[in-house]
């Protein structure tokens, strides 16, 4: 053991200094050995299946097959080895076994389990592995070097009561990211109900008194293309569609600006613009088209398709619904041309996309639609809000109340 210690923030009931000391003295990496044959994709862990930014696991897309592999048991701390910044950390909660590329590591007696989870799942001691990491693209963690990390160590029964604390915030955490998801499906669930494909002759889902048959429009008759160029540099604000995030900041989302210094070229949108990237990716075989909500105007590379909706025909909020739907992809699909891609994208031809047909409800029916999913939006949206404030405040006490 080394220096003592008093933290900033502390239980009134507990007095006297903590001791510092070296996380090699609260702690051992296992080594102990089980074979793959005794596990399933419930209880084995590789970097794969565990969570960023502290989340824990999921289950394993796989397990490998009669291999010796690192156990663990319920109680230990996991943490990724590869590429540490990712945060992926995890206190088991049952027994099992993990990758080589997964350290476990196992309290002493000096320590309580859930103490030691909040000084590893914790971004100083993140901050710290990647200090010593090894590698570039892949970096690694380095074994020797972590247990050199320096914590602060109060009695057992003050350990407890912090992790305590800790626990039932993560629960709290836990509980609101389930409020958030759960909204979610039920988003996605009214979404595939109440809208419906040009060849439906109405969706599965009504609204009670909603009888007026719907019309079918091709996108020309309900939007306008933009094509306005982004005169003198103009605007500054270039944009990107990020497939589960809408149109975004490219520079935020990429972390770095991959446009050119002249933006003189690109289409300038305003807010309540469309924009359609005809690059496809996981779970969006067809592209994606999503509206400017976040800002008043940005400008978009003149690969994208953008137009403005008329909004006597279509109401703004319900047109970006129906988008989030599978309701249009197979009239895209019908439309995009076999062989090569053109920069990545699905080979459609802007006049064969403002061809393409779509079935909607009357204006007021659209409207209800509209308002109803709005309605979920909110509470999605303040659903989040507070689950970041109880993340921030469990920051502020690790901060506080750990060094």
């Not at 419930?42 to 690192?70: F, H, R, W």
């Not at 289409?267 to 909500?293: P, Q, T």
């Not at 709005?374 to 109880?390: C, F, P």
């Amino acid at each position: 053991m080394y220096a003592s210690y008093v933290p900033n923030l502390r239980f009134p009931e507990f007095q006297g200094e903590w001791e510092k000391c070296k996380l090699e003295d609260v702690m051992n990496f296992s080594t102990t050995r089980i074979n793959s044959s005794e596990l399933n994709e419930d209880n084995y862990v590789s970097t794969e299946n565990m969570l960023q930014d502290y989340q824990g696991i999921m289950e394993a897309k796989s397990v490998p097959e009669d291999v010796n592999v690192i156990s663990y048991s319920c109680g230990d701390i996991l943490i990724s080895n590869i590429r540490p910044y990712l945060k992926k950390v995890w206190k088991a909660t049952f027994n099992g076994g993990c990758s080589s590329d997964v350290f476990v590591l196992k309290a002493n007696d000096n320590i309580e389990s859930d103490y030691l989870h909040y000084v590893i799942a914790n971004d100083k001691f993140i901050n710290f592995v990647m200090s010593g990491a090894k590698g570039v693209k892949m970096p690694r963690g380095d074994k020797k070097q972590m247990k050199t990390y320096s914590l602060s160590l109060p009695q057992i029964q003050e350990q407890k009561k912090i992790g305590k604390m800790l626990s039932l915030l993560d629960e709290r955490i836990a509980t609101q990211n389930k409020v958030i998801e759960d909204l979610k499906k039920l988003k996605c669930a009214i979404i595939d109900e109440v809208f419906c494909s040009p060849k439906q002759r109405e969706p599965n889902r009504r609204f009670e008194g909603c009888s007026e048959p719907l019309s079918t429009y091709k996108m020309k008759d309900f939007c306008f293309r933009i094509i306005d160029k982004n005169k003198d540099n103009k605007c500054s604000l270039v944009l990107t569609i990020a497939a589960q995030y809408g149109l975004v900041d490219q520079e935020f989302f990429f972390n770095k600006s991959v446009a050119s210094e002249n933006l003189t070229g690109y289409y300038i949108l305003n807010k309540g613009d469309f924009a359609y990237n005809r690059s496809y990716s996981s779970g969006y075989a067809w592209g994606a088209v999503k509206r400017l909500d976040n800002y008043s105007e940005g400008v978009l590379s003149t690969l994208y398709v953008c137009f403005r909706a008329d909004e006597s025909i279509v109401n703004s909020d319900y047109l970006s619904y129906y988008f989030e739907s599978s309701k249009w992809h197979k009239e895209v699909s019908d439309i995009s041309g076999e062989g090569a891609r053109n920069h990545g994208l699905l080979n459609i031809s802007v006049s064969d996309y403002f061809n393409t047909e779509h079935r909607f409800a009357t204006m007021t029916e659209q409207k209800r639609i509209a308002s109803m999913l709005n309605a979920i939006v909110i509470k999605e949206q303040n659903a989040i809000k507070l689950g970041k404030l109880y993340s921030k405040q469990k920051q502020y006490l690790l901060r506080q109340m750990f060094i």
